[in-house]
Antibody, heavy 122, light 106 residues
C-alpha cells in the first residue's frame, strides 16, 4: 500500500523559510517522479513543483520559481520542499504526490498524502 | 499556460440521478486529462485519466469522454459517497500542470 506522510508545516512569518518533508513507503521510491500540489483554504488545487525519480530534473510553477526548491533523498525515501521568502499567498495545505512515471513530465498524480498546512502570517 | 475551465461550479442532484460535469481546455490537449475527487477534509484521489481509464478503486458508474479541448465526466447514478468536489487537470506536453477550479456535486 502506497503511503505518503508529510511533515514540516506550521506558522511562519512573511519572508521566513520552512522545509517540508514527505516520507514515502509501499513502492520503489527512486523509480517514480514526485510532485507537490497545494490548496489554499477554501480554494482549488495548484501544482507547485515536480522532480524526476533521479532528482536531476525539477520543474516549478512561476508563482514559486526562485523561492522554492524541491529535492529528494532516495536512500531515505523522502521528498523535500524548501520554501524561502514566504508570502501570505503561500498559505495552503501542501500535498505530496506520487507520479505515474519517472520523468515528472506528462504524468498523472496517482497517490496523494494527507497534506501539511503552511500558514504565512505575522 | 493551458487554462482548464470547469462547469458548472456547483451541481445540485439527488441520489440516483445522473450527473454530468464539463471541463474545457484553452488549447488541444489530446486526451491528456485526469479527474480527481476530493471530499471535505480529505486529500484528492485520482479518479480517471487518459481516454477513459478509471482508477481501480472507483466503480463503473464513473465514465469519461472527450478529446482535444472538451471533456466530460459522467456519474450515471449518484450514490451518497459521490457527493464531493471534482477537479480536472491536464498533463499535456509541458508544465505548468493546471487544474480546473472544480465542480461541487451536492
Amino acid at each position: 500500500e502506497v503511503q505518503l506522510l508529510e511533515s514540516g508545516g506550521g506558522l511562519v512569518q512573511p519572508g521566513g523559510s520552512l522545509r517540508l518533508s514527505c516520507v514515502a513507503s509501499g513502492f520503489s521510491f527512486s523509480t517514480y517522479a514526485m510532485t507537490w500540489v497545494r490548496q489554499a483554504p477554501g480554494k482549488g488545487l495548484e501544482w507547485v513543483s515536480g522532480v524526476a525519480g533521479s532528482g536531476d530534473s525539477a520543474y516549478y510553477a512561476d508563482s514559486v520559481k526562485g523561492r522554492f526548491t524541491v529535492s529528494r533523498d532516495n536512500s531515505k525515501n523522502t521528498l523535500f520542499l524548501q520554501m524561502d521568502s514566504l508570502r501570505a499567498d503561500d498559505t495552503a495545505v501542501y500535498y505530496c504526490v506520487k507520479n505515474s512515471g519517472y520523468i515528472a513530465l506528462r504524468e498523472i498524480f496517482e497517490y496523494w498524502g494527507q497534506g501539511t498546512l503552511v500558514t504565512v502570517s505575522s | 499556460e493551458i487554462v482548464m475551465t470547469q462547469s458548472p461550479a456547483t451541481l445540485s442532484v439527488s441520489p440516483g440521478e445522473r450527473a454530468t460535469l464539463s471541463c474545457t481546455a484553452s488549447q488541444s490537449i489530446d486526451n491528456n486529462v485526469a479527474w480527481y475527487q476530493q471530499k471535505p477534509g480529505q486529500a484528492p484521489r485520482l479518479l480517471i485519466y487518459g481516454a477513459s481509464t478509471r482508477a481501480t478503486v472507483f466503480p463503473a458508474r464513473f465514465s469519461f469522454s472527450g478529446y482535444g479541448t472538451e471533456f466530460t465526466l459522467t456519474i450515471s447514478s449518484l450514490q451518497s459517497e459521490d457527493f464531493a468536489v471534482y477537479y480536472c487537470q491536464h498533463y499535456y506536453n509541458w508544465p505548468p500542470w493546471t487544474f480546473g477550479q472544480g465542480t461541487r456535486v451536492e
